[in-house]
């Protein structure tokens, strides 16, 4: 009996190619050949993946400010026609808005699955349009996917992310800023950072909270060349201060030596997630919490979503008419530190 083949499109930022690998994971376990098309962000969890047989990078970065460019069109052409190679038995757009709409309509696929939620009309292509109100009712976007399983008559008993080996050479890098940590201490990741301002937790909320933490956690400041302003801002030069040093690759290594993680992204939260090794406290301001809290349902106390419950939250939006977005006030410092000390408890 041949194997059967599934194309899943994502082709988003790196939390959302993170909140399918559950997904991927029980579709390899049963018997499936499973690729990917990914953009460049995401292409960091998929390559090398041990539940990933072939990746397909769709270029987005080049579309940014070109997509009028014949260059673009031809690129996306190309790459196009070698996914159209394929005849799949299943395609999974786990994307489901603009970015997906030419591949998902384009790929060939005998079943090809997106929810009648989709955006800028990506569904059109699809020959099995779900009505995601018979998916879990949070709308969690990990448990969103897994929905996908239901449709295919298939089940899973936990929620796995693989994740690709790390490059050993990371790990030799990251040994000797973390054998210099104080042994007694818990480390303490701290992601403060976003390209979505109204994604940052407020200056002065965070320099605050690491006024109360700094003598308790060996805190590690980590983020993008693009956060080391905001970094700066906040108070972590003073600290162990990994920020524009690290790939996703040797983020990801660091991630797995945290004990707790603290941030106002989402896509530092899903990575942390996937690691499965740390606590995490994700604050949320403008994005929903419904959707990206990370969870584990054996141990609830595991993950804290926090968020300030203000009524024009959640927005998902890049600009706010306020001078500062309000969200970003909340949660308070001492909800967090409420959250800390929950797990000091335990």
């Not at 001078?323 to 001492?334: H, I, L, Q």
């Amino acid at each position: 009996m041949a194997q059967k083949k599934i194309l899943i499109i994502s082709l988003g930022n790196i939390a959302n190619t993170v909140y399918t690998l559950p997904l991927a994971c029980v579709l390899k376990d049963n018997g499936y050949r499973v690729d990917y098309v990914v953009s460049e962000k995401g292409f960091s969890v998929i390559n090398k993946n041990p539940k990933v047989d072939r990746v397909f990078l769709m270029s987005m970065e080049r579309w940014t400010g070109k997509w009028l460019s014949p260059d673009t069109w031809e690129a996306f052409f190309k790459q196009i026609e070698r996914v159209k190679l394929v005849d799949y038995d299943i395609v999974i757009d786990c994307q489901q808005d603009i970015r997906s709409l030419l591949t998902f309509a384009m790929c060939n696929g005998r079943r090809k699955l997106t929810f009648s939620d989709a955006k800028s009309f990506s569904s059109i292509g699809g020959n099995e349009i779900i009505n995601p109100s018979t998916a879990d009712e949070s709308q969690n976007m990990v448990k969103k996917y897994l929905h996908f399983l239901k449709v295919l008559k298939l089940e899973y008993n936990s929620i796995t992310f693989p994740m690709p080996e790390i490059d050993y050479t990371y790990t030799l890098i990251h040994n000797k800023t973390f054998e210099k940590l104080d042994k007694t201490k818990k480390n303490l990741v701290i992601c403060a950072g976003s390209r979505n301002e109204n994604k940052r937790w407020s200056v002065s909320n965070w320099k605050s909270l690491i006024d109360k933490i700094n003598s308790k956690y060996n805190l590690i400041f980590t983020g993008s060349i693009l956060d080391k302003p905001f970094i700066k801002e906040i108070g972590g030069e003073a600290y162990i201060n990994l920020c524009g040093d690290t790939r996703i690759e040797s983020f990801i290594d660091v991630l797995k030596r945290a004990d707790i993680v603290i941030t106002s992204d989402t896509e530092a939260s899903a990575l942390a997630w996937a690691v499965q090794n740390p606590k995490i406290i994700t604050i949320f301001t403008c994005t929903s919490p419904e959707k990206y809290s990370p969870f584990d349902d054996e141990n609830k106390d595991k993950y804290k979503a926090l968020y300030g419950k203000i009524e024009c939250q959640p927005c998902d939006s890049d600009i706010c008419l306020a001078d500062e977005a309000p969200c970003r006030k909340f949660p308070t410092v001492d909800d967090v530190m409420r959250a800390l000390q929950d797990w000091d408890k335990v």
